[in-house]
């Protein structure tokens, strides 16, 4: 008697906050007092205004399917936003709204890539790209980041891969960043954007951390430069503080709408209604107003957090302008060399 085997695809590396999240969890159950710093997820809820449009839409809407695409309200409400936030114009047509950025990565890397092309990614970087990328049947490409540049990247940096792995077929990023809370200026955007553009290579813009700035505001890759090879990922999970609703978004070039809108179909059929119903109200000015107040929380706690470590001689930290990470150098707190 012979075992099937498993595939090569499914046999990638676990997501290892999670399964440090799965212990921690086995041990509050157990009784023990936990404080969870594993996952990035904020410690606060939803505003009221999308608990109150979850509550309404449980008592009046049938919570069936949506379209693939997701409910045309959510995807006008979304373009608004666009307007409002970033001053660009971008048609409801070319949202696509995801089961958190998580399923946007799936179906935008089906949607443009096949089997063996290479996807560029940084290292340090969310762990997940890599694994996600791996089980597609895509080749992650690593791209090391340096001190030297603020731990961002740069077109020289893109450039070196390429010599060294040959051309590569897509970059995914995020600004601000996981695990370093880095953000990338204006300029480097452009140019990194613009290269993509230039050498035919897809440019996946990760912004889940946007609204989540310290500093200054993070710029989308559609105010540098809307091309046809620009998609842009997007997720209400952080700054709307709606991890566990699994609800997220993509703004698509147009020629792709219907390719994505076949992958959601078949491989979804559409998000979770319920969290779409919430979305919508996450979009308004009340919600806004209190989503103001976490940013500011979060930024009193950074200000405690840096102070501290700084107290304790750990100062070698990458410049956390944004998200809610702080990547620390602590080699020389560490008994191996
Ligand atoms: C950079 C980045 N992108 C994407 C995700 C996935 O988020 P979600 O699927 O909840 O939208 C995360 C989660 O931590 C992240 O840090």
């Keep these: 008697m012979t075992s099937p085997s498993f595939s090569r695809r499914g046999d990638i590396s676990s ?52 379209d693939a695409l997701g409910l045309d309200a959510l995807r006008q409400a ?81 450039q070196a891969a390429e010599k060294a792995y040959g051309p590569i077929d897509a970059l995914l990023l995020a600004s601000p960043a996981n695990p370093t809370g880095t953000m990338l200026g204006k300029q480097a955007l452009t140019d990194l954007s613009h290269d993509c553009h230039r050498a035919g290579r897809w440019f996946f813009s990760d912004e889940i951390y946007h609204g989540l700035t310290y500093a200054h505001d993070a710029t989308s890759a559609l105010q540098v430069g809307d091309h046809d090879g620009l998609i842009v990922m997007n997720s209400f999970s952080k700054y709307f503080s709606m991890t566990g609703w699994r609800i997220g978004w993509m703004i698509v070039p147009p020629k792709m709408v219907r390719a994505v809108e076949r992958l959601q179909q078949n491989l979804f059929i559409s998000a979770p209604t319920l969290s779409q119903y919430a979305a919508c109200a996450a979009l308004s000015p009340a919600a806004g107003t209190e989503l103001q107040k976490h940013v500011q929380l979060y930024h009193h706690n950074r200000d405690k957090l840096l102070a501290c470590l700084r107290d304790n001689g750990i100062d070698n930290i990458a410049p956390a302008d944004g998200a809610f990470y702080l990547y620390a150098d602590l080699r020389s707190l560490s008994p191996t060399p």
């Design 15 to 66: 997501f290892l906050a999670m399964d440090v999240m799965r212990e921690a969890n086995m041990l509050q159950q157990s009784g023990q007092d936990i404080c969870h710093l594993e996952v990035g997820q904020p410690s606060t809820k939803a505003p009221q205004v999308v608990l109150d449009a979850a509550r309404h839409a449980l008592d009046h809407e049938l919570i069936g399917y949506t």
């Design 78 to 158: 979304l373009s608004a936003y666009y307007q409002t936030t970033y001053k660009v114009d971008i048609a409801p047509e070319r949202f696509v709204i995801t089961t958190g950025s998580s399923s946007g990565f799936i179906i935008a890397f089906l949607a443009c890539l096949d089997a063996g092309q290479k996807v560029a990614v940084t290292t340090p970087g969310y762990p997940a790209y890599t694994n996600i990328i791996q089980s597609l049947d895509l080749t992650p490409v690593t791209i090391p980041l340096s001190h030297e540049n603020n731990w961002t990247l740069t077109v020289d940096d893109v």
